[in-house]
Structures are given as C-alpha cells and as structure tokens.
C-alpha cells in the first residue's frame, strides 16, 4: 500500500471523514485549528455537516444533540478549549452517547503557550466534569497511530455508547510523516434503536437524558456505567513495551516524549544500560497489570517516567501501578519545552547509579 505524506491535523480530519463522521463542531484554537479548518471543506463534500460554532461551550452541546440523534459526531480543540467543553462531556457520558473528541495538547495551566504539552492527563483521565464517569483515551505517539485511532475512536465510541478522547500533542498536530491508509478491524456493533430519531413505529418516544431526580434511579444508572467501564478496562486496555524482556531500566512515556525515549534508549544500551520502554497506548483504561507484572521482575532495578508535565500526572499512574516495588524517578518539563535524548539519557543513569549506591532501595 503506498505512503501519503499527511500533516497531523489535516490527517486527522481525513481519517474522521473516512471513519463516516457525519457532523463535526468546533472553534479554532492553536495548535489544531487546521482540524476544523480541513474539515470546514471537505467533510461538505463527503456529505457531512460542518459547523464552527460560536465557542466550545456551544461545540460540545451541538455534539450532544448531534450524537442524541444517532449521528456520528465529533469536536476537536485544544487543552483550555477540552477546558469549556467538559461540562458537555460529562452529560454525553451520562446520557451514553457516543462521540469522538480530539484534544491536541499545549502547554498551559490557563492559557498558557501554544507549544506541545501533556498537561492535560488528569483532565483526560480522570474526567474534568463532575460525578463519576470515564471516557477512554487513545494516545497515539505518531500520525500513522493518530489516524488508525481517529478511526477505530468512532466505533469503539458506537460499541460502548460514550465518548472516545484522542489525545496528542501539538507537535504530532503540526508534523508531517509518511502514512497508510489501511482498513480498522471491524466490530460488531450493536444498532442506535436507543437514538431520538423519531418513533418510526415504536411504542414510546426516545429519551435522551442526564438529569435524575430520583436518586435510586441516578444510583442504578452510576451501577450500570460501572459494568460498562469494567467491560473497558478488560477489553480495551493497550500498551506497548520495546526492550522489555532484559531491562534493567524502564522509561515510561507516551507522545512525542516515548518517541525521544527509543533514541535515549538505544544511547544507554550503547553505554552498556539495558534499558526498555513502556508506553501505556490507552491512558484510560491505564495498563496497569502488565507495568505492575513488569516492575516485578527480577532484572528491572528502577523506573524512570518522562512527561511533558511539570511534576508528573502519568506519574500518579505510573505509581499505582508498580504498588511500591521498584523505585521511581520522574524527568519532565512544562511550557512547550521537550526532554532531549541526552536529558533522558542522563537522568536514567543518574538513577541507576543512586540504585546501586543504596543497594537496589532508592
């Protein structure tokens, strides 16, 4: 299959198009506005609806009410626009309603710079709306990955009935790299009878709904998006690990900073460090069991997490994870500004020296 060159964005407009989006709201914001921009074009012409709304507030809510309806709808923007959206997102979550959500990351808090950043992992992860619920999310650490999960984001949203989160960093927005389009595993995905699309002949209207007064009837409703959300985490959880099987070191990382780690990596074992990478693929579910399995082994003497995020957000994760038995040492950086391969290079032997110092306990 021939290669295409794709810049991020505009790929991930195409890929969304060729997934059978039918409706895309948005407002541009740097680094993504070429998503809406690409879209504003040629999603028309594929005989899809766009609209640029006139906020993210009023994007996400076009969505809720596109998705309500049975279509195949999705929002892209950026960290503080993700910010306006999630009172939105927590309602399609509540009223299950699929959808595909695009954040390409900046540097912040607040405002913060136009640069590439991953600051936004526990507003991914952790939901920035209220109450409890979860959307999965996809990390992809180049375009040829951003563009088969911009894809599969679309049914695994139709086969769970909520909302997929894409998440990357400016840099593979604005990027460009050879990629193929290749057909996404099919799945089995069950009808949206459930969507307020008229009666067509059935006994009562549709209902699509977040609001319950009755707190039995929000209790059974938080029940039944647990059994959902367990179903994810056993059936959607992804990671990927190179040089794992003989590491002494593991660096842990996703986006553009697991990409830098491979380089770091073949650099120390160059300098005799058998190090390895272990990139979680679906921030949500996090792959917990296997990094917990992996810490535990013999050979692996200390850890070493690399973000673009001042103190550390996969960081928490990364903790739960290992449950305490291997030490962790944390590498990031905040504001646009990436780790270098030398940067990682230097902080994993720095802690692999502080291992051996204190006999294996840091």
């Given at each position: 299959?021939?290669?295409?060159?794709?810049?991020?964005?505009?790929a991930?407009?195409?890929?969304?198009?060729?997934?059978?989006?039918?409706?895309?709201?948005?407002?541009?914001?740097?680094?993504?506005?070429?998503?809406?921009?690409?879209?504003?074009?040629?999603?028309?012409?594929?005989?899809?609806?766009?609209?640029?709304?006139?906020?993210?507030?009023?994007?996400?809510n076009?969505?809720?009410?596109?998705?309500?309806?049975?279509?195949?709808?999705?929002?892209?923007?950026?960290?503080?626009?993700?910010?306006?959206?999630?009172?939105?997102?927590?309602?399609?979550?509540?009223?299950e309603?699929p959808?595909?959500?695009?954040?390409?990351?900046?540097?912040?808090?607040g405002?913060g710079?136009?640069?590439?950043?991953?600051?936004?992992?526990?507003?991914?992860?952790r939901?920035?709306?209220?109450?409890?619920?979860?959307?999965?999310?996809?990390?992809?650490?180049?375009?040829?990955?951003?563009?088969?999960?911009?894809?599969?984001?679309?049914?695994?949203?139709?086969?769970?009935?909520?909302?997929?989160?894409?998440?990357?960093?400016?840099?593979?927005?604005?990027?460009m790299?050879?990629?193929?389009?290749?057909?996404?595993?099919?799945?089995?995905?069950?009808?949206?009878?459930?969507?307020?699309?008229?009666?067509?002949g059935?006994?009562?209207?549709?209902?699509?709904?977040?609001?319950?007064?009755?707190?039995?009837?929000?209790?059974?409703?938080?029940?039944?998006?647990?059994?959902?959300?367990?179903?994810?985490?056993?059936?959607e959880t992804?990671?990927?690990?190179?040089?794992?099987?003989?590491?002494?070191?593991?660096?842990?990382?996703?986006?553009?900073?697991?990409?830098i780690?491979?380089?770091?990596?073949?650099?120390?074992?160059?300098?005799?460090?058998?190090?390895?990478?272990?990139?979680?693929?679906?921030?949500?579910?996090f792959?917990?069991?296997?990094?917990?399995?992996?810490?535990?082994?013999?050979?692996?003497?200390?850890?070493?997490?690399?973000?673009?995020?001042?103190?550390?957000?996969?960081?928490?994760?990364?903790?739960?994870?290992?449950?305490?038995?291997?030490?962790?040492?944390?590498?990031?950086?905040?504001?646009?500004?990436?780790?270098?391969v030398?940067?990682?290079?230097?902080?994993?032997?720095?802690?692999?020296?502080e291992?051996?110092?204190?006999?294996?306990?840091?």
């Amino acid at each position: 299959m021939a290669k295409e060159l794709w810049k991020g964005n505009e790929a991930i407009a195409e890929a969304a198009i060729r997934a059978g989006c039918d409706c895309f709201f948005g407002y541009p914001i740097t680094p993504q506005s070429e998503v809406p921009e690409y879209m504003s074009v040629h999603l028309p012409a594929a005989g899809g609806v766009f609209v640029q709304s006139e906020s993210e507030i009023a994007a996400v809510n076009m969505v809720y009410g596109a998705a309500g309806s049975g279509m195949r709808a999705m929002t892209s923007s950026s960290s503080p626009g993700i910010s306006l959206k999630q009172e939105g997102i927590t309602y399609l979550a509540a009223s299950e309603l699929p959808c595909v959500i695009v954040n390409c990351m900046r540097g912040g808090p607040g405002l913060g710079t136009i640069q590439p950043g991953q600051g936004d992992y526990f507003q991914a992860t952790r939901g920035g709306g209220n109450g409890d619920y979860r959307t999965l999310v996809l990390a992809p650490f180049d375009i040829q990955e951003t563009v088969d999960f911009v894809q599969e984001a679309f049914d695994i949203a139709d086969q769970y009935r909520n909302p997929v989160m894409v998440v990357c960093d400016g840099l593979i927005g604005q990027m460009m790299e050879p990629i193929e389009w290749r057909p996404i595993p099919k799945r089995d995905l069950p009808p949206k009878d459930w969507a307020a699309s008229g009666r067509r002949g059935r006994a009562r209207h549709n209902v699509i709904n977040s609001l319950y007064l009755d707190p039995e009837s929000c209790e059974e409703l938080n029940q039944r998006l647990t059994v959902k959300y367990a179903e994810m985490e056993e059936k959607e959880t992804r990671w990927s690990a190179v040089n794992c099987e003989d590491a002494e070191l593991i660096i842990t990382a996703y986006g553009t900073p697991a990409r830098i780690a491979l380089s770091a990596i073949e650099e120390l074992r160059a300098g005799g460090l058998k190090a390895g990478l272990f990139r979680p693929i679906t921030l949500w579910p996090f792959p917990e069991a296997p990094l917990h399995e992996l810490a535990g082994s013999g050979q692996v003497k200390v850890i070493l997490d690399v973000e673009m995020s001042s103190t550390g957000q996969m960081l928490d994760d990364v903790r739960l994870a290992v449950e305490g038995q291997k030490p962790i040492r944390y590498l990031g950086h905040a504001g646009g500004v990436m780790p270098t391969v030398e940067e990682m290079a230097d902080a994993a032997w720095t802690a692999w020296k502080e291992v051996q110092q204190h006999g294996g306990h840091l």
